[in-house]
């Protein structure tokens, strides 16, 4: 069964330059998240979509960022412009609706560096 | 605000002995709790949850927790732990709105 799918899964770039981080949730799943990982701020909730419908988007920390689902089983997350303080893992995960009991999955992250 | 706390940002454990790692949870209605591992430069694996029913929680890799409902909490337990459950442990909270919020984090370390 493949999990949630992640790509890149490392990217170098430089400051000014536009990113695009790609997630596959696993098929079925209503639910996706979007989740940011600092050594200063932990695990931060950026979006989240159900149904492929952006329903919370407050901790997207600016403008620079986006975040768009097309369809069922696919998402981008976007920065744009880049810099140095967005360097962080990424991840994107993926869960069953219709319940907040269901487990949420995660994928193995998009490993982000801002030079 | 629903939330949890993590009161430990290091525990440290000799390998064979009990591991307590430690969760306390500020939830208004019925909460839904997750445990979550995370090994180095790898995404979180699920360890397992608390919805309702039995206060004892058993999961992957002979982990258990234990919700308790007085003292607000959620402790991830293991009565021997192995040097490979040295990793970051992660406990969460699924809010009603759908969303999951997680603790700060505790590194796990057992030593040999």
């Known amino acids: 069964d493949a999990g949630v799918i992640q790509s890149p899964r490392h990217e170098v770039t430089e400051m000014g330059q536009e990113v695009t981080l790609r997630c596959k949730p696993i098929?079925?799943?209503?639910?996706l998240f979007w989740y940011r990982q600092t050594m200063m701020r932990g695990l931060e909730l950026l979006i989240y979509?159900?149904?492929?419908?952006?329903?919370?988007d407050s901790g997207m920390p600016e403008d620079r960022f986006s975040a768009k689902m097309p369809n069922a089983s696919f998402s981008t997350l976007k920065i744009q412009p880049s810099e140095p303080r967005d360097s962080a893992v990424y991840f994107c995960?993926?869960?069953?609706?219709?319940?907040?009991?269901?487990?949420?999955?995660f994928g193995e992250g998009s490993w982000l560096t801002v030079v | 605000a629903q939330s949890v706390a993590q009161p430990e940002d290091q525990v440290n454990v000799a390998e064979g002995n009990p591991l307590t790692v430690k969760c306390t949870y500020s939830?208004?209605?019925?909460?839904?709790l997750f445990w979550y591992v995370q090994y180095p430069n790898r995404g979180l694996q699920f360890l397992l949850k608390?919805?309702?029913?039995?206060?004892l929680v058993k999961g992957s890799y002979g982990f258990e927790a234990e919700f308790n409902k007085s003292q607000t909490s959620f402790h991830l337990k293991k009565p021997s732990a192995l040097v490979s459950d040295s990793a970051l442990y992660f406990c969460?909270?699924?809010?009603?709105?759908?969303?999951?919020?997680f603790g700060a984090g505790t590194r796990l370390t057992v030593k040999p």
């Open positions: 995960a993926s869960s069953p609706g219709g319940s907040s009991g269901n487990t949420i999955y």
């Open positions: 098929s079925g799943h209503n639910s």
């Open positions: 979509f159900n149904n492929n419908v952006p329903i919370d």
């Open positions: 939830v208004s209605g019925n909460p839904y």
């Open positions: 608390y919805i309702t029913g039995d206060n």
């Open positions: 969460a909270v699924r809010r009603y709105n759908n969303d999951m919020r």
